[in-house]
């Protein structure tokens, strides 16, 4: 390996034109600096030219969402709010270090839009870790780990085998107009087991989430087991599976959660299934979630995560290679209320169509409807009764 320091800049061209790399001139001036034609002080490298790492190998990859977003309120108080934005931006290496080919190191980064008051960002759009974490494959029989930034057990399945329009709207758990009980990385030990007709992770965690304050006072026992009932899974587009789930979270004394100012002892279970073919998918689940730390019973307080609720959604995909899709979800959930409260439901309805162009880019369209029985508004989450419209782009490379 030619050890030779390469700016940013060049980096990331030699990245996008690897597959060309034998009909690609590179040129380097006095001071190193890499270029891609000729010019005064420059001279040709003949030598092909690696990024220098200490790693025998690095992949990089990335996934945006890029859209336009118009919402509509219903509660009076409030008319309408339309913008572009960009709701995800992940840059992601994996740096293989180990003698076993499959283990490897993995930082991604995402951006996002800070909302915060207190921060001195002014809405800006900031860079922040989304996992860290080092990968060992099979460490035990079938089984490998993550240690560190990893993976929650359950949100990676669903949004792989599931419901794969993350774009539009996240999962039932993770919804703020839904559960909105747990986030899809956390600083913890995750391992992982996959057989042909049984996959598991089970992991400990910290409990907070990627994005909220390492505060807590216990940990968090979480887990996924699901059931490949015809022995296939994946690959939604070319495989037919029919798979069944369990999963769940034990998270003790995790966050403030509640007027009282008392730490949450959250505990949900949830059952899934899906029956996907390459033309059809179709799945349900239900969660419920519950507080049982000394101090909510005491109070007669509720946690916001309490609650109940399912989730259920379909897919149809058209096309030589089901390029072409049309796809819906209905989100019930009704939060626990405080005794002699009048029960409320959040409901969430989306339908959308979507269009993949190539396997990098992919466009949807669709309609978002959050309704909220008790009226409630919340400016931060924007989960106020509302219809929203959006387009968005799916990019992967």
């Known amino acids: 390996m030619n050890k030779i320091v390469l700016s940013a800049l060049a980096a990331l061209t030699l990245g996008t034109v690897a597959a060309n790399a034998g009909a690609l001139k590179l040129y380097q001036d006095a001071n190193g600096q890499v270029f891609t034609q000729a010019g005064e002080g420059r001279t040709a490298i003949k030598t092909p030219t690696s990024v220098f790492s200490h790693a025998d190998k690095l992949k990089f990859d990335g996934e945006a969402f890029i859209g336009y977003k118009n919402t509509h309120y ?20 994996k740096a293989y270090l180990l003698d076993d080919p499959k283990s490897y190191y993995r930082i991604t980064m995402d951006l996002t ?18 996992y860290a974490y080092l990968y060992l494959h099979d460490v035990l029989p079938v089984t490998s780990l993550e240690i ?13 085998n599931s419901w794969m329009f993350r774009s539009v709207s996240p999962i039932l758990i993770e919804n703020e107009n839904g559960a909105h009980i747990s986030s899809s990385a956390d600083f913890g030990v995750l391992a992982k087991t996959r057989t042909k007709f049984f996959d598991s992770d089970i992991g400990v965690f910290n409990g907070e989430g990627y994005h909220s304050a390492q505060n807590s006072n216990g940990m968090s026992l979480e887990w996924r087991f699901t059931g490949h009932l015809l022995g296939t899974h994946g690959h939604p587009d070319k495989t037919t599976y029919l798979d069944a789930s369990f999963f769940g979270q034990l998270n003790q004394k995790h966050s403030d959660n509640t007027k009282t100012n008392h730490e949450d002892d959250l505990h949900f279970y949830g059952f899934h299934t899906v029956y996907n073919m390459p033309a059809f998918l179709a799945s349900a689940q239900y969660v419920t979630s519950e ?3 000394v ?5 007669g307080a509720v946690s916001k995560g309490s609650g109940s609720g399912y989730s259920f959604n379909v897919e149809g995909r058209v096309g030589s290679e089901h390029q072409y899709k049309a796809f819906a979800r209905v989100d019930k959930w ?5 005794s002699g409260a009048k029960k409320y439901a959040k409901n969430t ?3 959308g169509v979507a269009w993949r162009q190539n396997s990098n880019v992919e466009w949807v369209a669709n309609v978002t409807v959050n309704n909220d029985e008790a009226n409630h508004y919340d400016s931060s989450l924007s989960t106020a009764n509302s219809t929203s419209y959006m387009l968005t782009t799916q990019i992967d490379f």
């Open 291 to 293: 507080d049982t730390s």
């Open 148 to 160: 560190g930034l990893a993976h929650r057990p359950w949100h990676d399945y669903e949004e792989h």
């Open 74 to 93: 219903k509660d009076g108080k409030h008319a309408f709010n339309q913008k572009f934005g960009v709701s995800r931006g992940y840059f992601q290496l």
């Open 349 to 351: 309805y989306i339908g």
């Open 334 to 338: 009704t939060p626990d209320v405080v």
């Open 295 to 299: 101090n909510s019973s005491a109070t």
């Open 113 to 130: 839009q800070e909302k915060s008051t207190k921060a001195n960002t002014n809405g800006s759009m900031i860079v922040r870790a989304k």
